[in-house]
């Protein structure tokens, strides 16, 4: 039976403003960045990712209190079905063919984090 291989993980942090913090960490870390758009930017140097996803700082925010991770993964399909025997996530998480090129699910933890597994398929 084939296995998950996991690559790499990747912090999700909070914006409050993409371009200024894209241009912040390209002068001020060396990360240079891999796409941007008004809401997520993603930055690499040599195997290191940092995500930028911008957020409100409101009551409102979804993530408010809570950070991100993603754990990026080949043969996605082992660790989710792993997920919904532990009960972590139901069969319907799953979102294969995303607009960016990914398979991948995801959930909170109890402190309101984000763990999301991804499978780069682009």
């Not at 925010?61 to 996530?89: H, Q, Y």
């Not at 699910?105 to 780069?120: C, I, R, T, Y």
Request: hydrophobic residues 40%; glycine residues 4%.
């Amino acid at each position: 039976m084939a296995r998950t291989e996991f690559l790499e993980i990747s912090p999700v942090l909070p914006s409050q403003d993409i371009e200024r913090d894209v241009a912040w960490y390209e002068k001020q870390t060396g990360f240079k960045l891999l796409h941007q758009d008004k809401m997520y930017a993603v930055l690499r140097r040599e195997n290191l990712c940092i995500h930028l996803q911008w957020h409100a700082d409101t009551p409102d925010d979804p993530l408010l209190g809570g950070s991100v991770i993603k754990i990026f993964v080949k043969n996605l399909r082992p660790v989710f079905d792993e997920m919904v025997a532990r009960k972590t996530v139901t069969e319907n998480t799953l979102s294969l063919s995303t607009p960016w090129g990914t398979n991948e699910f995801g959930f909170f933890d109890l402190n309101k984090n984000a763990v999301f597994f991804v499978e780069d398929i682009g």
